[in-house]
T-cell receptor
Framework: AQSVAQPEDQVNVAEGNPLTVKCTYS??????LFWYVQYPNRGLQFLLK??????LVKGSYGFEAEFNKSQTSFHLKKPSALVSDSALYFC?????????????FGGGTRVLVKP | GAVVSQHPSWVICKSGTSVKIECRSL??????MFWYRQFPKQSLMLMAT?????????EQGVEKDKFLINHASLTLSTLTVTSAHPEDSSFYIC?????????????FGPGTRLTVT
């Protein structure tokens, strides 16, 4: 079965510092990976995805993610964090064999950016 | 970008009553819609996948007679929580995608908070 793991429940970072949110995956076949962000009492917003091609994927709001096949990782990064980046971040993997090609989500990582 | 709406955004109901939640794709046709449940400070739990005009596919452990899903058109899916009980209180989120394949994104609604008293 496809799965992703987010090893950190929470990440604290000072505003202006680099932000990294970790994600590792386990898939059979090609990995199709996604990052979403959730603000309080809201649905999820799409940030970026890796389907194929360049290992460095650029997304919304200045975020990027690096696909690393040898380490089975897809870490989310932002060079300079903003207080407004404080939110809940989810990594997800697409299951191409499941109904609707459903997404399976990691447990989420809460990011707190302090001024 | 693609927009998905949910109605209502929050609802309070009495134990034993039924509640219907609507999910609409506003500017695209959704071949597939998904319903999730999220407990406080936890991840999303997929409840079911629905395709327009066909029966929903429920995840293991989800009672299909309790959580009725109807995908009547390419822009509307509904989730009805029948005979609701306090343990059904949760944040329900729907999502929609316009096709099948690796690159299709799921677009999420803003969620519906259900409180059963």
């Amino acid at each position: 079965a496809q799965s992703v793991a987010q090893p950190e429940d929470q990440v604290n970072v000072a505003e202006g510092n680099p932000l990294t949110v970790k994600c590792t995956y386990s898939v059979s076949g090609n990995p199709y990976l996604f990052w979403y962000v959730q603000y309080p009492n809201r649905g999820l917003q799409f940030l970026l995805k890796y389907i194929t091609g360049d290992n460095l994927v650029k997304g919304s709001y200045g975020f990027e993610a690096e696909f690393n096949k040898s380490q089975t990782s897809f870490h989310l990064k932002k060079p300079s964090a903003l207080v407004s980046d404080s939110a809940l971040y989810f990594c997800a993997v697409r299951d191409m064999k499941a109904a609707g090609n459903k997404l399976t989500f990691g447990g989420g990582t809460r990011v707190l950016v302090k001024p | 970008g693609a927009v998905v709406s949910q109605h209502p955004s929050w609802v309070i109901c009495k134990s034993g009553t039924s509640v219907k939640i609507e999910c609409r794709s506003l500017d695209f046709q959704a071949t597939t819609m998904f319903w999730y449940r999220q407990f406080p400070k936890q991840s999303l739990m997929l409840m079911a996948t629905s395709n327009e005009g066909s029966k929903a596919t429920y995840e293991q452990g989800v009672e299909k007679d309790k959580f009725l899903i109807n995908h009547a058109s390419l822009t509307l899916s509904t989730l009805t929580v029948t005979s609701a009980h306090p343990e059904d209180s949760s944040f329900y989120i729907c999502s929609a995608q316009s096709g099948m394949g690796a690159s299709y994104e799921q677009y999420f609604g803003p969620g519906t908070r259900l409180t059963v008293t």
